[in-house]
């Protein structure tokens, strides 16, 4: 085991640092040492070896600099572990190669390894790598020792007593591997040493009873006959396939079971059940938005009431681009990039915490006043701009060479003045000001909060516009086929006629309906218009489906598809015409609640389409575990796919996909004639876009769609003009 992309902890870096690479020093010294002690000492090689001695020892470099080579990635409390096949490069070794020979072969063989990966991909630093092969040389010594005390399995037939003390040996590297890896993230990132080993040896269990029956198999087909080892190759694809799989369910397991307690929790009045649903943060290892409006209440109430403190809220621009072009693990490295940075500006008393997704808080305590009543602000504004000119700083994510831009929201306050609540609720303020200004630094203006603290009443409003008829308006969008002209169906959208604020895009309320007790409400609200027109529809005469978008939170509630089948009743659709519009992740949770939604669903009839599909971190995977009938190619492609060949090939691909799985594929957000050629040569046939329609009322997309019917039923007509409205 070796660690990668670490996260990070608070307390006493410079300490921990200088502790970490004395440990690493030792342990570099202890696998010389090993190395060149055992070289040295008698082989215990049969004079008539026919491979002899040189050979047996570039077998053995081989050996381990393949299997370092042959990672997977676990994530732990402190980032990212590397997971390899290290146990079944021991067991072999131990058969074909002198044991005091193997720490030698392993220093060379996994500082190889690791030295072509760092070149070849995400850089690493000499002395990372130097740490990872002296760990693995360490742990190979010692387990060389252990199995030699319990037999000589050199070039032996093996016997059940010869196994089990290779067995011991490959338990000796994997305790020695994982134990120095997690003492040394103690050491660098504070983790709890045994939090990680446990963790680890979870997710590394299978892998390791793979690993040796691998190498025990291989020891037995070279003594049967060498030759049979050509039929290897592909059963060792497939079974680091299988790893993958393994390590991925998990990962995804996880997330959903710690997504689903989280809402669960939140749906109770419990505060205290609500505050340990939601307090852990293992991506970065920073306090987050429970955690800190705690502790920064109490840091507040220890401080004199005229003591100045600041509030800096940071968010990262065009975050979601590095998901959706590097995908999430890119930005998992970021957040965890951006969250090291701030600490290394944060001081003793100062609370840093990541309030979620790409947004940061830290908390100064230590605001110095020099007698006037300007300098707090001055001081926090220079702070503000530190960090924003220190995230600038070139690094590389991914392998991509980028400079981080943020927006910071400034707030400074007294102690006694406010609580940590209100010192966000102003620094979000002053955030967004940043964002729509020209800089990226705002301090918070209270001539300006009248409009936000007013924000703060969407919920209590929404409430009674559900209660209404006429502010929630449904929108239609047809999405049409490229070669007829026919409507292929029709996404219902929302839209809220404000009575004060005027019209609202979902944007401006669909995220905090979605963290609040009237999704339920709002679901039902909106399938039950979408249904109304849909049953409209029927008694024209058209036979359309008709899209609503589903939340991820809903498919956790069990009673979602008897109130879908109610609806459907009530209003005369048959099932077959709704189309549930749900997101990848939301697929390929393993939770037990959302299958049996997704396959209530399914019985009743109900089609499912995959929207925003190939952003997701596994767009082909859930497709064997959940049966869909449309995707839906994201808009960020379409856009990009004249001038990117990358998003133009996810296209492309994801057209194919769907003709051999018999699936509808609909591209979305088609804004220009260009695009709209360009999907047909890639063998698109439906899309849904500016360039077709605008979403339009329901009392007028009755109209529109008979005349497409019409009109497609004679004859192949061009659509629209680009540029029409």
Not at 65 to 93: D, K, P
Not at 329 to 339: E, P, S
Request: charged share 20%.
């Amino acid at each position: 085991m070796t660690s990668a992309l670490p996260g990070q902890s608070r307390a006493g870096p410079s300490d921990r640092s200088q502790r970490a690479r004395v440990l690493t020093a030792a342990v570099l010294v202890t696998a010389l040492v090993a190395a060149v002690a055992a070289v040295i000492a008698p082989s215990g090689l049969p004079s008539d070896d026919p491979l002899g001695g040189l050979a047996r020892f570039g077998l053995a470099v081989t050996v381990f600099a393949f299997a370092q080579l042959a990672q997977l990635q676990f994530r732990a409390a402190a980032g990212a572990v590397s997971l390899t096949w290290g146990e079944a490069a021991l067991v072999i070794c131990l058969h074909q190669v002198p044991a005091g020979w193997i720490p030698a072969a392993t220093l060379l063989g996994a500082g190889l390894a690791w030295s072509g990966m760092s070149l070849l991909g995400t850089r690493r630093r000499p002395l990372e790598i130097a740490r990872v092969a002296s760990s693995l040389t360490v742990a190979t010594a010692l387990a060389g020792f252990v199995t030699t005390l319990l037999g000589q399995p050199l070039l032996a037939t093996p016997t059940p007593p010869l196994v089990l003390a290779m067995l011991a040996g490959a338990v000796t590297y994997l305790l020695v591997s994982v134990g120095l890896g997690a003492v040394t993230l103690n050491l660098h990132h504070g983790v709890p040493t045994g939090v990680l080993l446990g963790e680890v040896l979870r997710g590394k269990l299978l892998m390791f009873v793979g690993n040796v029956v691998v190498g025990l198999v291989v020891v037995a087909l070279i003594e049967v006959d060498p030759r049979w080892l050509l039929i290897l190759p592909l059963p060792l694809w497939l079974l680091q396939q299988a790893y993958r799989h393994r390590l991925r369910v998990d990962r995804d397991r996880r997330a959903w079971r710690a997504f689903a307690e989280a809402t669960a929790a939140l749906d109770h009045r419990d505060e205290r059940g609500v505050a340990t649903a939601v307090v852990s943060d293992a991506l970065t290892g920073l306090t987050n938005r429970t955690a800190m409006l705690s502790r920064g209440d109490q840091v507040l109430r220890q401080l004199a009431r005229d003591r100045p403190v600041a509030l800096l809220l940071l968010d990262i621009n065009r975050f979601k681009e590095v998901n959706d072009t590097l995908g999430h693990a890119a930005g998992d490295q970021l957040l965890r990039l951006t969250a090291d940075r701030l600490g290394g500006l944060a001081r003793g008393g100062d609370l840093l915490g990541r309030l979620g997704g790409d947004e940061f808080a830290l908390l100064l305590t230590s605001v110095p006043v020099l007698g006037d009543s300007a300098a707090p602000m001055a001081y926090t504004l220079r702070q503000a701009r530190e960090i924003t000119e220190r995230l600038a700083a070139p690094t590389e994510v991914a392998g991509v060479r980028m400079s981080v831009e943020a927006a910071v929201g400034v707030v400074v306050a007294s102690a006694g003045t406010a609580d940590m609540a209100e010192l966000l609720r102003r620094a979000d303020i002053a955030m967004y000001q940043a964002k729509e200004g020209s800089g990226c630094v705002a301090a918070y203006d209270s001539a300006r909060d009248a409009t936000s603290t007013d924000r703060l009443a969407l919920l209590a409003e929404l409430r009674e516009a559900l209660a209404a008829d006429d502010q929630l308006v449904l929108v239609l969008q047809p999405a049409v086929d490229l070669a007829t002209g026919a409507p292929t169906g029709v996404e219902a959208l929302i839209r809220w006629r404000h009575p004060r604020r005027g019209w609202l895009n979902p944007h401006e309320f669909i995220r905090p309906v979605e963290n609040s007790e009237q999704l339920g409400t709002f679901t039902r609200y909106v399938l039950d218009k979408a249904l109304g027109v849909a049953a409209q529809w029927a008694r024209d005469g058209l036979d359309l489906p008709i899209s609503v978008n589903l939340s991820a939170r809903s498919l956790l509630d069990r009673r979602l598809p008897t109130e879908i089948a109610d609806a459907l009743r009530r209003h005369r659709v048959p099932a077959r015409r709704l189309v549930l519009e749900i997101t990848e992740t939301v697929v390929m949770s393993e939770l037990e609640v959302i299958d049996e939604v997704l396959g209530a669903l399914r019985t009743m009839g109900v089609q499912l389409a995959v929207d925003d599909f190939g952003t997701g971190f596994s767009s082909l995977t859930f497709l064997t575990r959940v049966a869909v009938d449309e995707l839906k190619v994201d808009r960020s492609f379409v856009l990009r796919m004249a001038d990117s060949p990358e998003a133009a090939a996810i296209v492309r691909t994801t057209v194919g996909l769907g003709q051999q799985l018999g699936l509808r594929v609909v591209a979305e957000g088609v804004e220009t004639a260009e695009q709209r050629s360009a999907l047909a040569e890639l063998g698109c046939t439906a899309a849904q876009g500016y360039h077709f329609f605008k979403p339009m009322p329901a009392d007028k997309i009755g109209a529109v769609l008979g005349g497409l019917v019409n009109g497609a039923r004679s004859r192949v007509v061009p659509l629209r003009a680009d540029g029409a409205s």
